[in-house]
């Protein structure tokens, strides 16, 4: 088993936003989770990724026990998060943004940082390597050396994709990775995201455009009111009646 959520349930005062979820996230998949607005999608993946402490459950990434880990300890095992482009650096170039993203893996310390030691020379060497195969990766080469301030939203989400990527993750877990972006563009970020998946890398997003899913995903878990109502392949999604009843108003091929 790859990574295992067992009755997972997260708790805001009153507010039950996750509720006992059992899931498993298949190696060198596509994994997707829908539901509508409030369903608890963000939150489980705040979960997963350490941002939050479970209420009550368990969560196991090949094997060891994640549940209580701080949010860099779980990505330095290979679990990677993206963030919503705002996170980037507006006034910073593409390449120094990913850059930053590799940090994660060298072990440079303040020391190393103010006194240049031969680590953290060379550790900087191989962070700029790793920007420019990513960027590469991503398509974005081409506009290393732009401002992000000047870059289209489209781009700005490689970006985010490369900066996940530099941190050499097994599992990346995308948050809506086509929120705000035209038809054509969310065509050519699922041949990303597919692209990636081939390369072996695990994925997990959070998507509410449901043709996209449909078309993208191997494995969809169905969120409603913080519980699991479905989970399944896509076929198998779109003829659940509980899912068309909850989330897709009665149309599945909304
Ligand atoms: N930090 C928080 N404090 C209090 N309540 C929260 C917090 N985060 C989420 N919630 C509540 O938990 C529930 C689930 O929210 P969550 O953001 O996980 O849903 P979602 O499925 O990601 O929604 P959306 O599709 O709108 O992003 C909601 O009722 C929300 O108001």
Do not use: W
């Not at 009755?7 to 936003?17: T, V």
């Not at 190393?112 to 700029?128: H, L």
């Not at 974005?140 to 401002?147: G, Q, S, V, Y």
């Not at 289209?152 to 996940?164: D, G, I, N, T």
């Amino acid at each position: 088993m790859y990574l295992v959520v067992e009755k997972l349930s997260k708790q805001f005062g009153g507010i039950l936003a996750v509720q006992n979820v059992d899931f498993t996230i298949e190696k060198g998949k596509i994994n997707a989770i829908i539901g509508p607005n409030g369903a608890g999608k963000s939150t489980f993946f705040n979960l997963i990724s350490g941002v939050y402490k479970p209420t009550s459950g368990r969560i196991l990434f090949k094997g060891k026990d994640i549940t209580r880990l701080p949010a860099n300890k779980i990505a330095e095992l290979g679990v990677a998060r993206t963030f919503q482009t705002t996170h980037l650096f507006e006034n910073s170039s593409v390449f120094e943004n990913v850059v930053v993203g590799h940090r994660l893996r060298t072990k440079s310390n303040l020391f190393d940082a103010i006194f240049r030691t031969k680590r953290e020379i060379m550790e900087e060497e191989q962070a700029k390597e790793k920007a420019l195969e990513v960027l590469q990766f991503v398509g974005l080469t081409r506009l290393a050396d732009r401002k992000v301030a000047n870059i289209s939203q489209e781009e700005k989400k490689r970006v985010a994709f490369a900066l996940a990527l530099a941190t050499e993750p097994e599992i990346v877990f995308l948050d809506e990775p086509t929120a705000g972006i035209n038809p054509d563009e969310t065509e050519g970020l699922s041949e990303l995201i597919i692209k990636m998946a081939r390369q072996g890398i695990t994925i997990c997003l959070i998507e509410h455009k449901i043709k996209m899913i449909m078309s993208l995903a191997d494995k969809i878990m169905v969120l409603n009111y913080g519980e699991k109502i479905a989970e399944g392949t896509p076929e198998e999604i779109n003829r659940n009646e509980k899912v068309i009843k909850a989330y897709l108003g009665g149309s599945a091929s909304a």
